[in-house]
C-alpha cells in the first residue's frame, strides 16, 4: 500500500512518497481505532432523545446482555469527566501556582470544594445543565458527567499545583534566561515535571470515580428520580433487587473493564510519562507492549506527519502570543499592590465571618453549636487516625513498588481494581462484622473510611516514589545511605 504526505506547501514537487506494507500492528492500531471511535460515536449517540421532566426514562434492565451497552456509556462518562478535569486543572492549578494573590484565595477555595459532597453538587446543577439541554436526554447525562467530574478533579489539580510549585529553582532560572514564552514554558518545562504525579493522581481519581457511578447515575429533578443507563445505576438496581446473580456479573464486568482501562490507557500514559523523570543518569528503560505495539506501527507516524506543519503552526502561534514582557514591575509598586490586595482580602473574609457568625447567634443555639463542634472533632479525630496509620501501612508498600518497575507491572493493575471497586457495597458486610465481633461503630467506622481513602495515600506514595530521579538512588547506594538514613534524607523528601 503507498501511503504518500504532501509538504506544507501543497505542490507536488514537494510530495513525499513513502512505500511501506502495513504490518500487523498497522492492523491492530488502525482497527483498534477505529473500534474505539464507533463505540464512542454508537453510545454518544443515544444520549441524543428527547427528554423534559416529567417524561419517564425507561428503567435499567438487569439483563446481562444489556451490561456492555451500559459499561460503554458509564465508561463514555467518566472519560468525558476525565478530559473536563485535566482542562480544569491546567487552568485552575496554573492560575494558583503562578500568581500569589489568586493562590491565597485559589488554594483555600479548592480545599473547601473538595470537602463537599458530589450529591451536593448534583442537587444544584441538575435544574441548571437541564434548562441549558432543553428537551434532551444531554442535561441528565451533562449532570451525571458534572457529578463524576466533581469526584475526580480535586486531587489532580492539587497535584498539579504542588509539581508546579517544586520544580527546582535552577530549571526555572534556566526558562527565564531562554526567554520562554508562557506558552513555551507550560509545554517544555512545566507540564513534564508534573506530568509522573499527574498520571498517578490521575489514574487515582479515575478510579475513585467508578465510586460514584451510582450516585451520579442516579438524578432526582422536581422530585422525581431518574436513572440513567449505565453500569452504577445497574449496580444499584441489583443489590435494590437483592438479585445477586445480576449482582455478580456487574462485578465481573467492572473488573474486566478496569482491567482494559488500565492495559490500554493507564499504563502507556505511566510508560510514557518515565521519560519525563528529571535525572542525571539513565535508568532501566521502562517498556509496555501497547507502547511498543503503536511505535512499531507506521500509521501512527505518517498520521502525525501528515499533522504536524499544522501543529507546528499553532504552537507558534501560542508561543508569540505569550510572550513574557522584556522589563518586570516595578518592585515598589508590586509591594504596593500586594499589600492592598492583602487588606482587600481580609476585608472581605472578616465580612464574611461577621454574616456567618450573625446567622448561628440568631437561627442556632449554642447547645448545637456546641454538639456540632464536637462532633467535626470527633471526626476529624478520626481522619487523623486513618492518616497515620494509612500512611505508616501504605508508604513502605508504595516505595516497594514505585523502586520496582516490575513489581510495578504485577501490582498496579491490582491496585487499580482494588481501588476502583466501589467501597460503599463493603459498608453493610463490615457493618454486620463489627456488631457480630463487638467492635463499636466509633472505631470501626475508621476502618469504613480507610476503605476509600487508603488509595489516595498509596497512589500518590506511587508517583513520588517513581519521580525519585536514578542518580539520587544511585548516589544513596555509593556512599552506603540505607535504612533510616534512607528514608530520612532521600525516599521522604521525595
Not at 522589563?327 to 472581605?348: D, F, H, I, Q, W
Not at 498496579?412 to 458486610?429: H, I, K, R
Not at 465481633?437 to 497512589?459: E, H, T
Request: net charge positive.
Amino acid at each position: 500500500m503507498k501511503l504518500t504526505h504532501i509538504g506544507p506547501e501543497g505542490s507536488l514537487s514537494n510530495a513525499i512518497v513513502t512505500r511501506a506494507r502495513l504490518g500487523l500492528p498497522d492492523l491492530a492500531v488502525g482497527l483498534g481505532t477505529l473500534t474505539v471511535l464507533y463505540v464512542a460515536a454508537r453510545v454518544g449517540s443515544q444520549s441524543l432523545v428527547h427528554f423534559s421532566p416529567p417524561e419517564v426514562i425507561p428503567t435499567v434492565s438487569l439483563d446481562p446482555r444489556s451490561l456492555p451497552n451500559y459499561a460503554a456509556r458509564s465508561t463514555l462518562r467518566m472519560f468525558i469527566a476525565l478530559f473536563c478535569s485535566v482542562i480544569f486543572t491546567f487552568i485552575y492549578g496554573y492560575a494558583a501556582a503562578r500568581s500569589r494573590r489568586a493562590e491565597k484565595v485559589l488554594i483555600p477555595l479548592l480545599d473547601i470544594l473538595q470537602s463537599v459532597p458530589v450529591l451536593g453538587f448534583l442537587s444544584i446543577t441538575v435544574t441548571g445543565f437541564i434548562a441549558l439541554f432543553r428537551g434532551s436526554l444531554l442535561g441528565l447525562e451533562a449532570a451525571a458527567i458534572f457529578a463524576i467530574f466533581t469526584g475526580q478533579v480535586w486531587n489532580m489539580t492539587f497535584s498539579f499545583y504542588q509539581s508546579l510549585r517544586t520544580i527546582p529553582r535552577e530549571l526555572d532560572e534556566m526558562a527565564s534566561l531562554y526567554r520562554l514564552s508562557r506558552w513555551e514554558r507550560f509545554t517544555r518545562l512545566e507540564l513534564p515535571s508534573s506530568a509522573i504525579g499527574l498520571v498517578w493522581n490521575g489514574m487515582m481519581s479515575f478510579g475513585g470515580g467508578w465510586f460514584f457511578l451510582a450516585a451520579s447515575e442516579a438524578i432526582s429533578v422536581l422530585n422525581r428520580s431518574y436513572t440513567l443507563p449505565g453500569l452504577g445505576s445497574y449496580v444499584a438496581a441489583a443489590v435494590a433487587a437483592r438479585n445477586m446473580h445480576a449482582l455478580g456479573w456487574a462485578i465481573i464486568t467492572m473488573v474486566l473493564l478496569i482491567i482494559a482501562i488500565d492495559q490500554f490507557f493507564w499504563r502507556p500514559l505511566v510508560t510514557l510519562a518515565d521519560k519525563y523523570k528529571m535525572e542525571m543518569s539513565a535508568g532501566e528503560v521502562v517498556r509496555f507492549w501497547v507502547v511498543d505495539l503503536w511505535r512499531s506501527a507506521r500509521l501512527p507516524a505518517f498520521i502525525h506527519g501528515l499533522f504536524n506543519p499544522l501543529v507546528q503552526r499553532v504552537d507558534r502561534l501560542l508561543s508569540s502570543a505569550t510572550s513574557v514582557a522584556d522589563k518586570p514591575a516595578p518592585e515598589t509598586g508590586r509591594k504596593s499592590g500586594e499589600m492592598l490586595y492583602n487588606v482587600l482580602l481580609v476585608t472581605v473574609s472578616l465580612a464574611l465571618l461577621f454574616a456567618a457568625a450573625r446567622f448561628v447567634l440568631n437561627d442556632v443555639k449554642l447547645s448545637e453549636l456546641a454538639r456540632a463542634l464536637l462532633l467535626g472533632l470527633a471526626t476529624a479525630g478520626r481522619v487523623v487516625i486513618l492518616l497515620v496509620l494509612g500512611t505508616v501501612v501504605w508508604t513502605p508498600i508504595a516505595v516497594a513498588i514505585g523502586f520496582n518497575p516490575r513489581l510495578s507491572r504485577i501490582c498496579q493493575p491490582v491496585v487499580q481494581v482494588l481501588a476502583s471497586f466501589p467501597a460503599n457495597f463493603v459498608f453493610p458486610f463490615a457493618t454486620l462484622a463489627f456488631l457480630e465481633m463487638g467492635v463499636s461503630i466509633n472505631w470501626g467506622s475508621i476502618l469504613l473510611m480507610a476503605l476509600g481513602a487508603q488509595w489516595y495515600l498509596l497512589f500518590n506514595a506511587i508517583g513520588g516514589a517513581q519521580s525519585i530521579p536514578n542518580d539520587l538512588r544511585e548516589m544513596a547506594s555509593s556512599i552506603g545511605l540505607r535504612g533510616r538514613g534512607a528514608w530520612l534524607k532521600l525516599i521522604a523528601p521525595g
